[in-house]
């Protein structure tokens, strides 16, 4: 069974990427939350999470992810979610993701 596996990439003007591949289970979430932590610890003027190869992403772990954006939102660190398929998207909305999921032009591209 694929696993999830998560790459950080630092860019420029503070924005911090975290890179989602493979699905994301609920067994996922401690790692998930790891990275993300490890990824505000530096106070990031944003946080994007890139899941343009999340394949899928169970109830729990959506859930999960909600729960932290929002967290994290609150406490003045911008998080979005970019790249998103459109079941994953779907996943994360019924989550209550909604404000977290970039914008997405006709085709899935990001405006």
Request: charged share 25%; with cysteine; proline share 4%.
């Amino acid at each position: 069974m694929a696993s999830l596996s998560i790459t950080m990439t630092f860019l420029s003007a503070g924005v911090v990427v975290l890179l989602l591949r493979g699905p994301m289970r609920g067994a996922d979430v401690g790692t998930f939350r790891a990275a993300f932590d490890r990824a505000l610890r530096g106070r990031p003027w944003e946080v994007r999470l890139d899941f343009a190869d999340l394949v899928d992403i169970e109830a729990a772990a959506a859930a999960a992810v909600t729960a932290a954006a929002l967290d994290a939102c609150r406490g003045g660190t911008p998080v979005t979610i970019v790249r998103a398929a459109e079941q994953v998207r779907r996943r994360m909305a019924l989550a209550g993701g909604e404000d977290i999921l970039a914008a997405t032009a006709p085709g899935g591209v990001r405006r």
